[in-house]
């Protein structure tokens, strides 16, 4: 599976760095207490739930780590589908390395599987429709990574990373400005100013708001927030062609069936990321 952009052999051994001092601080002191140094076991990776894998990316840079020789089997990629009773995968190496990596891999790949799991699900929904599931800003900090890279694992599409690869002006933005024509204007001769190529985003609130930020003009994507189905399907019909659509606002698995029939070119769920049930796995001496 290609990696995101984002996702770099370099920032991934960045973060098990960190994420490995902040567990380890000064020694594991209850493996240093039992295990022989040079203590060497097996041990597998069980599955006790099922859905959608992700993160295995992560299981080298984590066990490598600790133990540059320890040797991994891999039974699944991520984005396969994974049943209750799965072995995902069996380790050998120093006992003390894999003691020390297993808390942090098991809490990414919980994490990460949760989320491909629910993107997953939410997809198949939207299916026969032509709108693409998005993730949002709203992820845990300094684990965005990680988590909009979940995100692509279960299928969906990732909205931008940060606030610098998009000009994104929302309510506050507009109510600052002094309106949406204010706030476009503004942004459309930052740009140009600039010569910065970021698309442009703006969010309305209502059917007015959708034609004043069609009459402006140099919009690429207009957000439909919180909006009925009714209004949704008409600002889709308003907008045409001149711009992309987005649906947003406390969509759940019940109402995006019917928010993606109103012709939405995306759908953005900040619940992917944020309200999500991990899945349970566990790593087992063998």
Avoid at 127 to 156: C, Q, S
Avoid at 244 to 266: D, H, L, P
Wanted: hydrophobic share 45%.
């Amino acid at each position: 599976m290609t990696l995101p952009n984002y996702v770099s052999p370099s920032k991934i051994d960045a973060f098990v760095c960190q994420a490995l001092a902040e567990d380890l601080g000064n020694g594991d002191h209850s493996s240093i207490a039992c295990i022989p140094e040079n203590a060497e076991r097996e041990a597998i990776m069980l599955m006790k739930a099922s859905g959608i894998i992700a993160g295995l990316g992560l299981v080298e840079p984590v066990f490598h780590q600790l133990d540059p020789e320890m040797t991994i089997d891999f039974r699944f990629k991520d984005g396969d589908q994974v049943n209750q009773g799965d072995i995902l995968l069996s380790i050998k190496g120093k006992v003390r390395a894999i003691l020390a990596g297993e808390r942090l891999i098991l809490n990414c790949l919980q994490r990460m599987s949760g989320i491909a799991t629910q993107v997953n699900q939410l997809q198949s929904i939207i299916a026969h429709t032509k709108a693409k599931l998005l993730d949002t800003r709203k992820t845990t900090p300094n684990v965005r990574m990680l988590e909009k890279w979940a995100v692509t694992i279960g299928g969906g599409q990732n909205h931008r990373f940060g606030l610098f690869d998009m000009i994104m002006l929302k309510d506050n933005h507009i109510d600052f400005a002094g309106g949406i024509t204010q706030a476009v204007n503004a942004a459309k001769n930052y740009v140009a100013h600039l010569d910065k190529k970021l698309k442009i985003e703006v969010e309305t609130r209502n059917l007015a708001e959708v034609e004043e930020a069609l009459s402006v003009g140099g919009v690429d994507r207009i957000m439909l927030d919180n909006m009925s189905v009714v209004d949704m399907t008409t600002a889709v019909s308003m907008i045409g062609l001149r711009a992309e659509s987005e649906a947003s606002g406390g969509i759940t698995k019940q109402t995006i069936r019917a928010i993606a029939e109103t012709g939405v070119n995306f759908i953005s769920v900040g619940a992917l990321t944020h309200s999500f049930q991990s899945l349970d796995i566990s790593l087992k001496a063998e």
